[in-house]
C-alpha cells in the first residue's frame, strides 16, 4: 500500500479507533455498575418491583421503535451529503420536519401502551407514563446525536453517552435512595437522554451550526415519501431484532416453567454484557464505509469489508474464550453454583455470537450501501426461523439448549444464503473469496475453544479470582494465537500505528519517570 494510502486510510481510522476505545471503557463501566445495582435493587425495592423493574425496561426498549426508522437514518444520510453544506441542510430540514411530524404520534403510542398495561401490573402506570412522557419530550433531540454519528464526531458522541448514563445513574440511585420506588427508573432514564441531548445540540452549534437548516429551509416543503418509506423498513429490521433477541427467555418459560429461566439467564449473562463491545466496531464505522462507497472503488471497499469482518471476529473471538474459561467461576461467584447450566450451554453461547457477529458485520456494510429494504426482510426472515426453530428443537430436545441452536441454524442460513451472497455481489468477488480472511482465524479459534473448555474444567474454585485468572490466561493465550493473523492481514497498518504510538507513550513516561 503506499504511503500516502496508508495516511488517508489512518487519518480516517482515528476517529473510529477513539470511539471503540471509548466504548470499551464506558462498557466496563457499565458492567462493573451492574454488577453492583442489582443487589442494591433487590434490597430497595424487593423480587416481586425488581420484576417489574425489568418490565419497564423493556417497555422504554419497545418506545425507541417508534421513530419509523428515520433518526436511524441520518447518520447514514448525513455522511453522503457532509461534502456537500447545502444538501446537508435540506436532509436535516427534511428529516426535523418529519420528526416534528412525528412526536404527536409517538405521544399517542406512549398513552395506549399506558393504557394497555394489566391491572395486575397497576404498579407500572405511573413510572410507564412518565417515561413515555419523558421519551415524547426528547424525541426532536435524538437528531443531533445521529447528526454527530455521521459527521464522525466519534469520541465526542461517545463522551456525551458516558456522562449522560453516569447523571442518570446517580440520579436512580438518589431517586431510589429518597424512596421513589419504580419512578426512579423514568427519572433516571430522563437525566441521562437530556444530559446526552443537550450536550450534543451544544457540540452541534458550536462546531457544525452552518449546516443547521434555516427557517425558510425547514418551511420549505420537499417530498418525504422516499425518507419514510425507506425509514419504515428500517422500523421493520427494528421489530425483526425483538424476535431474534427478545423470545428465547418467554420460550423458555412457556415449555419449561419460570424456574428455568433463571439459570439460563445466569449462564448467559456475561457473554451478553461482553458482546456489547464487538458490536460497537460496525457501529463506529457505518459512517465511514458510506463516505466510502461514494468516494473509493470496490477494491478499497472490499479490502476494508474484510478488515471489518476480521476485526470483529478477533474481538468476538476474545469474548468467546474468556466466557467459556471464566464462566464457570463467574457465575458460581456472582450468583452460586446452582444457578450454572453447564459447559454445553456456554459454549453454545459463544458459538451464536460469533455467528451473530460475523452476520452483523454484513448487515451495516449492506446498509451503509443503502440495502435496508433487503435487511428489513432478511432480519425478519431470521427472527421468524429462529423463533420457530427455537421451539421446535427445544420441545424436541426436552431442553433450553434447543433454543441456542434454533437460533445458530437460523443466523447460519440467512447470512450464508442471504446477507453474506448479496454483499459477495454488491463487492463484485465471490462468497469464498469474501470469508478468504477468516481461514486463518477459524482453526484457530477451534484450537483456543478447546484449551479454554480445557482450562475451566481445571479451575473448578469458584470465586472472583479463580475468574479472573481464567479470564487472564485464557486472553493470553488468544492473543498469541491470533497476533500473526492479525499482522497478515490489512488490519496491520491500524496495528502498527496503534502499537507504535502506544510504544511512545511507554518510552516517554519511562524517561520522565
Known amino acids: 500500500m503506499p504511503q500516502e494510502d496508508i495516511r488517508c486510510t489512518l487519518s480516517r481510522a482515528k476517529p473510529f479507533t477513539q470511539s471503540i476505545a471509548l466504548a470499551l471503557c464506558t462498557q466496563g463501566i457499565m458492567m462493573l455498575a451492574g454488577l453492583w445495582l442489582t443487589p442494591f435493587l433487590l434490597h430497595r425495592l424487593g423480587p416481586y418491583q425488581f420484576g417489574l423493574w425489568i418490565v419497564g425496561q423493556q417497555l422504554i426498549t419497545y418506545l425507541t421503535l417508534l421513530d419509523f426508522g428515520v433518526v436511524a437514518l441520518l447518520p447514514r444520510e448525513t455522511a453522503y451529503a457532509a461534502r456537500v453544506p447545502h444538501d446537508l441542510r435540506r436532509l436535516l430540514a427534511r428529516t426535523m420536519r418529519i420528526v416534528l411530524l412525528q412526536t404527536p404520534i409517538v405521544a399517542l403510542a406512549g398513552l ?68 421513589y420506588g419504580l419512578l426512579a427508573l423514568a427519572g433516571g432514564w430522563f437525566a441521562a ?103 473509493e472503488g470496490r477494491e478499497k471497499l472490499t479490502e476494508v469489508t474484510g478488515a471489518l469482518s476480521l476485526a470483529m471476529l478477533l474481538v468476538s473471538g476474545l469474548v468467546a474464550v474468556i466466557t467459556v474459561a471464566a464462566n464457570p467461576s463467574f457465575v458460581g461467584w456472582w450468583v452460586g453454583p446452582a444457578f450454572y447450566s453447564g459447559a454445553a450451554l456456554t459454549v453454545l453461547f459463544a458459538i451464536c455470537m460469533l455467528l451473530r457477529h460475523l452476520n452483523i458485520t454484513a448487515i451495516y456494510t449492506l446498509f451503509a450501501f443503502g440495502h435496508e429494504r433487503l435487511l428489513a426482510k432478511t432480519s425478519l426472515l431470521d427472527g421468524v426461523l429462529s423463533t420457530l426453530l427455537s421451539i421446535g428443537l427445544a420441545w424436541w430436545m426436552h431442553s433450553v439448549v434447543g433454543v441456542v441452536l434454533g437460533s445458530i441454524v437460523s443466523t447460519s442460513c440467512v447470512l450464508v444464503f442471504c446477507n453474506g451472497r448479496v454483499l459477495a455481489h454488491e463487492l463484485k468477488v465471490s462468497l469464498p473469496m469474501l470469508a478468504a480472511p477468516m481461514k486463518g482465524w477459524l482453526w484457530r479459534m477451534m484450537l483456543a475453544m478447546c484449551g479454554s473448555h480445557l482450562l475451566a474444567i481445571g479451575l473448578t474454585a469458584t470465586g472472583f479470582w479463580t475468574a479472573a485468572l481464567t479470564a487472564g490466561v485464557a486472553a493470553f493465550g488468544y492473543i498469541a494465537l491470533m497476533y500473526p493473523v492479525a499482522m497478515r492481514s490489512a488490519l496491520k497498518p491500524y496495528l502498527s500505528n496503534l502499537l507504535h504510538r502506544r510504544g511512545h507513550q511507554v518510552r516517554l513516561y519511562a524517561a520522565n519517570g
Not at 397497576?122 to 412522557?133: F, G, Q, Y
Not at 426532536?140 to 445521529?146: G, L, M
Not at 456525551?160 to 446517580?170: C, I, K, N, Q, R
Not at 428455568?260 to 451478553?272: D, H, M
Request: with cysteine; aromatic share 8%.
Open 112 to 179: 395506549i401502551a399506558c393504557l394497555l398495561i394489566p391491572q395486575r401490573l397497576h404498579e407500572m402506570r405511573l413510572p410507564a407514563a412518565a417515561a413515555a412522557s419523558v421519551f415524547t419530550l426528547l424525541f426532536p433531540a435524538r437528531i443531533f446525536h445521529a447528526l454527530l454519528e455521521g459527521l464522525q464526531d466519534l469520541a465526542f458522541v461517545g463522551g456525551a453517552a458516558l456522562s449522560g448514563w453516569f447523571v442518570g445513574f446517580l440520579t436512580t440511585i438518589a431517586l431510589l435512595w429518597n424512596g
Open 193 to 295: 437522554q437530556s444530559v446526552d441531548a443537550v450536550a450534543c445540540y451544544l457540540r452541534v452549534r458550536a462546531r457544525h451550526r452552518h449546516m443547521l437548516p434555516s427557517r425558510a429551509e425547514l418551511m420549505t416543503p420537499s417530498p418525504l415519501r422516499e425518507i419514510l418509506g425507506r425509514g419504515a423498513w428500517i422500523s421493520v429490521s427494528q421489530i425483526a431484532q425483538v424476535l431474534i433477541y427478545g423470545t428465547d427467555v418467554a420460550i423458555i418459560g412457556r415449555l419449561f416453567g419460570a424456574a428455568a429461566i433463571v439459570p439460563y439467564n445466569c449462564t448467559g449473562k456475561l457473554i451478553s454484557v461482553l458482546a456489547n463491545q464487538p458490536q460497537h466496531i460496525m457501529r463506529a464505522a457505518e459512517p465511514g464505509l458510506s463516505q466510502m462507497r461514494v468516494q
